[in-house]
């Protein structure tokens, strides 16, 4: 089984930052992507960034120069740092993992940009 627990949402300022957290457990086997989609009220899902096991990143268009996606092998954690957030970037943000051909998901975790 894996598990996915997203954490470090909250509110914050327009311009402000905010570091998200995936901390990953559970039998894992292999990771082929791992990547971060968000959900604002009303609106469908979307892919934020994905990075892969060699490393390769790709973001979307709208965060692109301003958020940065990264992992931490040793304590089996991903990470978003989010830097001159938008109003537009208020979510659910959630973590998401590819693991021997299954998507597994994270709970989610808030942002509110506020102003």
């Known amino acids: 089984q894996v598990q996915l627990v997203e954490s470090g949402g909250g509110l914050v300022q327009a311009g402000g930052s905010l570091r998200l957290s995936c901390a990953a457990s559970g039998t894992i086997f292999s990771i082929s992507a791992m990547g971060w989609y968000r959900q604002a009220p009303g609106k469908q899902r979307e892919l934020v960034t994905t990075?892969?096991?060699?490393?390769?990143?790709n973001y979307a268009y709208s965060v692109k120069g301003r958020f940065t996606i990264s992992r931490d092998n040793a304590k089996n954690t991903l990470y978003l740092q989010m830097n001159s957030l938008k109003i537009e970037d208020t979510a659910v943000y959630y973590c998401i993992a590819d693991v021997s051909g299954s998507r597994h998901w994270g709970q989610g975790t808030q942002v509110t940009v506020s102003s």
């Open positions: 990075i892969t096991s060699g490393g390769s990143t």
